[in-house]
């Protein structure tokens, strides 16, 4: 019967021990006091909120770093055609010029010939 009662003992003693460290360790209510309450967490957003948000499945259809890079070599190109073009329709332009001063000359010869 000793040798129990020395167990139950050492029992109760490591019983109280292990409780004590535990007890170390917990926050008291005023340690909580700097957390937020229910009350405080009634403010921030529900699932019912989030359900407003894109989903990974939504962005899917969102352009890409890879298809950004295209657009910008679709756009790079279209420009140095664009210039291209600009470049021809200048030249015909000169050449329209060129064309309407000869042709303005000869009206003037013309009507210098005829008397206007």
């Known amino acids: 019967m000793a040798h129990e ?6 029992s109760v003693d490591l019983i ?3 409780t004590a460290e535990i007890l170390e360790v917990m926050a008291t209510k005023e340690d909580l006091k700097g957390f937020a309450t229910k009350e405080d967490l009634k ?4 699932k019912e909120d989030l359900k407003g948000f894109a989903t990974k499945e939504d962005l899917k259809g969102l352009a890409t770093k ?3 890079e295209q657009i910008r070599v679709d756009l790079r ?3 140095k055609e664009t210039r ?3 470049e021809e329709v200048n030249e015909k ?3 329209l ?3 309407v001063v000869d042709h303005h000359e000869r009206i003037e010869v013309l009507e210098e010939k005829v008397g206007v």
């Open 93 to 95: 332009i000169d050449d």
């Open 77 to 79: 190109d279209f420009k």
């Open 84 to 86: 291209e073009n600009f």
């Open 16 to 18: 109280a021990k292990t």
């Open 43 to 46: 403010g921030l957003a529900t």
């Open 97 to 99: 010029t060129k064309l």
């Open 5 to 10: 009662l020395e167990q139950l003992t050492k």
């Open 66 to 68: 890879t298809d950004l």
